[in-house]
């Protein structure tokens, strides 16, 4: 008997390589690639990050910490939440683990929530995880198609949920689009989580990047300081919302694997039992560093993103159609009918351009648009944006 890819179970089978990957691929061919395909931002690691993880680890903090994450880190977690939405960590009240990436939140909240026949519904277009999340636990994510202007509206979700829905995953700043929900149209969305008895799970990733035109809402702790609507700020009640949120793209740190969730403890519970038996805990140093991000004045960046998503959306909106990113670091835009080119045949013709984007059909059932990232130097992004200009005007 010969030992083989035939022993994969249907479930490793059923998961193909990410689409962005094969953009990686394809670019590593090239020799000075512009690669508008990189999902994390290109500036420098916050100083008093680096230097608080690689003093704990002269401090030999290395080891195992409590599954659920350091004390000192969920300590830092639970002031920021109470500024920011109202949660009063604790007492009863929401509970807060430290989680092995965003990632490491969003599997094990599936893990907790999900098994065979259960529905979650997710945004299309969506981040490349959210579908195989569904695989990975034998559930079923069924997509809600937000095109075109990526808004995952109570009006849209509300056909999508029947007695199998068990959670709705929100993403705003979305990626691929960028685009921010209103603080009405997240409320309009947790009402109808709440009418039917599904979670609502909010995958805030990008809270930290939201550009001047989606920061609506002023945080709890100071009605001075704008912040990015989330509806986990709508009545300070945790009961019933999953807030997912990490540290990897806002500071540059998307190798350090860390993140935060918070929300109902028979949920969080849930979670902190499944990591315990799988990622075990987040990185021991590194969370020494994330305590630091908490001082960190991130807007100057924030403020640069919001220049290039300027030039980017004004030079190609007037091509085709450009949903203004309000967050994030990507424009989605749709490859005008005019060329009659899919997303991967433009990316193809881009490639040969030395121009590295990503197809839309890999964040989507179609494949109609480009993701473009805004985290490329500014020169490169400039002359990949006329680039990409040229040939829709083709
Ligand atoms: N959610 C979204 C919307 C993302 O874009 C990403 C990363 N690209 C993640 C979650 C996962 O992030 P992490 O690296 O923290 O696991």
Not at 249 to 268: F, H
């Amino acid at each position: 008997m010969t030992v083989n890819a035939a022993l994969l179970s249907d479930r490793a089978r059923g998961i193909n390589v990410s689409g962005i990957r094969r953009v990686f691929e394809l670019g590593a061919k090239l020799p000075d690639p512009i690669n508008l395909s990189i999902g994390q931002p290109d500036f420098e690691v916050p100083p008093a990050m680096r230097r608080a993880a690689a003093e704990a680890m002269d401090a030999r903090q290395n080891g195992y910490t409590l599954t659920h994450g350091t004390a000192a880190l969920r300590e830092r977690v639970a002031e920021h939440l109470a500024w920011d939405i109202g949660w009063r960590v604790g007492d009863g009240g929401p509970s807060v683990a430290i989680t092995s990436g965003t990632s490491g939140a969003l599997l094990t909240a599936f893990l907790s929530l999900i098994g065979p026949g259960d529905e979650a519904i997710i945004p299309d277009p969506y981040f490349v995880m959210y579908p195989v999340l569904g695989q990975l636990t034998h559930g079923k994510c069924v997509p809600c198609d937000t095109y075109p202007d990526f808004r995952m509206t109570a009006e849209r979700v509300e056909p999508l949920i029947n007695d199998r829905t068990k959670l709705v995953l929100l993403n705003s700043p979305g990626n691929p689009t960028g685009v921010v929900m209103s603080t009405k149209e997240v409320r309009d969305l947790l009402d109808l989580c709440r009418s039917k008895g599904v979670v609502l799970i909010s995958d805030e990733i990008y809270d930290e990047f939201t550009f001047s035109g989606g920061r609506t809402e002023p945080a709890i702790g100071d009605a001075s300081s704008l912040r990015c609507p989330s509806p986990c700020r709508v009545d300070g009640s945790a009961d019933d919302i999953l807030l997912i949120r990490g540290f990897g793209k806002t500071y540059g740190v998307t190798g350090w694997r860390l993140g935060y969730a918070a929300g109902p403890s028979w949920l969080i519970d849930a979670m902190n039992r499944i990591q315990q038996y799988t990622f075990v805990c987040p990185p021991a140093p590194l969370q020494a560093g994330a305590i630091e991000s908490f001082g960190v004045d991130m807007r100057p960046q924030v403020d640069e993103y919001e220049r290039r998503r300027n030039e980017v959306a004004g030079a190609l909106s007037e091509l085709t159609e450009v949903a203004t990113p309000e967050g994030a670091f990507y424009a989605f835009v749709r490859v005008p009918e005019s060329i009659g080119m899919t997303g991967s045949q433009l990316t193809e013709a881009l490639v040969e351009r030395n121009v590295l984007v990503i197809p839309g059909g890999v964040f989507s059932g179609r494949d109609t648009h480009i993701r473009l990232s805004f985290s490329a130097p500014p020169a490169k992004l400039s002359e990949g944006v006329s680039i990409i200009a040229d040939l829709m005007k083709r």
